[in-house]
């Protein structure tokens, strides 16, 4: 048979299911046209090296088969996957790239919950002689994740507009573009897409082009419509009816050292709210101090805190850039009551003060169950993308209530590099995040799955059809939102609906920090 020409470089096989019997009476797949090791094999006491790392991780049932290169010299190489029911799969290649058929992988995780997941690994040496490695030991969980993820991919060069929102099916690897950011646009980018409630079909995009302006798309199973201004870091309230949004003043500034050269502060910045039918955008006296800067805020699953960060604003000049003090502002976690029925907001409460962390405290997200409040600390500012030291943390928000003390700790899943973008998944047991572990540079979207009492196990990475995929990628995966479903209109419809003159009007302040009952047309840079 003709390889064609865009395939050459991988391996493929013919699936032949075989009724054969193994050690345990299991029946195993095996995948024709490569060489499997014979009884005699020796044994290595050690684990093999293998890319991405895929071990000692908890893995859901329902994700994409974790393709992974060998990293071991060798002239054959064999892996066997098994579990304490079904069939077994095995996989032979001569290069190390380990490609898992998806069908049988699918039927065996699924028939596994809670169950290991091994992976017996063998490499033919220069010799001609098999070795069998340590048993890759991993765990099923019982939870599945969401089935999809949208996510902001990006160059992270300076000036380079290279930019999409994508969605991506966890179950496979099919990845589809929500918006596209290119010449059309005139530049310009998408700052947050903010799905309610894990669903796709509610979902707001913050736009900013500077050919059609500044905007925030609403997509709804009805329709899009665009409506006339951009909303910055975006929560849902539960209910639906209105939605509380950051307006930040956030110019970007170059470091000349520093492993990630760019850096921003938030200038001025408050909270404001949309009311989706009423179709008005109203601030309140609390989440719009012009002494503060308020940022990332995050509804309670009940709907009735609105979670955020705020900071002194210790500079008085606008224009400075960036101000002299930055490095010196550091964010509290705050929250605030609000009854949607009254549209009355009470008064605002210490949740965790940066003075006893020592930390700047970032993009808080609650479980759907309420159980936990995750956040990251970093040394200085609000945005921890850029800050090298930026670590998730987690509260048990059940505990707080009844001690009356929030108490943090730092979750298990982190790195020697920044951690930020997170989000939990619809039943809570699973965590996607940015990470720029392994480089320092690209930021990857990692997975961990959250036990009952707050754990985070062992991360693992996006897994991709090519497992090299991540070798020659130049693209940062950030924003990352879990999804339920595919999002139902494509980037045809969004573009139409930015480009259209037709839009929500709304009476909203920009900048500077409004006075109460004064709105101000939006400024050029929003």
């Known amino acids: 048979m003709k390889v064609p020409d865009a395939c050459r470089g991988y391996t493929f096989w013919i699936v032949v299911l075989v009724a054969v019997t193994v050690t345990g009476g299991v029946p195993f797949l095996v995948l024709r046209g490569g060489e499997a090791p014979g009884d005699e094999c020796g044994r290595l006491e050690r684990a093999p090296a293998v890319r991405p790392d895929f071990s000692g991780i908890t893995v859901p ?53 809670g169950q290991e997941l091994c992976l017996d690994v063998f490499v033919k040496d220069r010799e001609g002689r098999w070795n069998r490695f340590e048993t890759i030991t991993n765990s099923i969980a019982r939870e599945d994740i969401d089935g999809f993820v949208a996510y902001r991919k990006m160059h992270p060069t300076r000036g380079s507009w290279k930019m999409t929102i994508n969605y991506r099916d966890l179950s496979g690897y099919d990845e589809s573009e929500i918006l596209r950011f290119d010449a059309g646009f005139g530049g310009g980018c998408a700052n947050c897409h903010t799905p309610q409630s894990n669903s796709p079909d509610r979902m707001l995009i913050g736009v900013r082009s500077t050919h059609y302006g500044a905007a925030t798309l609403l997509i709804e199973k009805g329709g899009v419509r665009k409506i006339g201004t951009k909303f910055g ?14 307006v930040n003043d956030l110019p970007i500034f170059l470091h000349s050292a520093r492993r990630v050269i760019r850096d921003t502060t938030d200038r001025d910045s408050y909270i404001a709210y949309y009311l989706v039918d009423e179709k008005i955008s109203k601030t309140c006296p609390q989440l719009s101090w012009k002494e503060r800067l308020e940022n990332w805020p995050v509804w309670s699953p009940d709907g009735r805190y609105l979670y955020y960060c705020a900071a002194p604003k210790l500079w008085t000049d606008p224009a400075e850039q960036p101000p002299k003090q930055y490095r010196e502002v550091k964010y509290d976690l705050e929250r605030i009551r609000y009854d949607v029925d009254a549209d009355e907001w009470g008064e605002q409460e210490d949740v965790l003060a940066s003075f006893v962390t020592g930390k700047s405290i970032g993009m808080p997200r609650i479980s759907p169950d309420g159980r936990w409040l995750s956040f990251c600390m970093f040394d200085h500012g609000f945005f921890p993308n850029w800050q090298e030291e930026s670590d998730l943390y987690l509260i048990d928000l059940e505990a707080a209530e009844k001690s009356g003390k929030y108490e943090y700790r730092k979750m298990e899943l982190n790195s ?56 020659s990628c130049l693209f940062a995966f950030n924003t990352a939102e879990f999804i339920t479903g595919p999002v139902p209109f494509g980037k045809a419809d969004l573009e139409r609906v930015m480009r259209a003159s037709d839009t929500i009007p709304v009476d909203a302040t920009t900048m500077p920090t409004p006075r109460a009952g004064t709105p101000r047309p939006p400024q050029e840079w929003e």
């Open 416 to 471: 020697d590099r920044s951690e930020s973008w997170h989000s939990w998944s619809l039943n809570g047991r699973w965590m996607v995040f940015s990470s720029k572990r392994g480089h320092g540079i690209f930021t990857r979207l990692y997975f961990s799955y959250i036990d009952d009492t707050g754990r985070a196990h062992k991360p693992f990475v996006l897994p991709q059809r090519d497992p090299a995929f991540y070798d």
């Open 233 to 246: 870091y975006t929560a849902w309230h539960p209910s639906g009816r209105l939605a509380a949004y950051s």
């Open 61 to 113: 049932p329902n994700i994409a088969p974790l393709n992974l290169l060998i990293e071991e010299d060798g002239s054959r190489f064999f892996v066997k996957i098994h579990s304490a029911q079904g069939e077994a799969i095995e996989v032979s290649s001569r290069t190390g790239e380990i490609i898992i058929p998806r069908g049988p992988w699918g039927r065996l995780l699924d028939g596994n919950r």
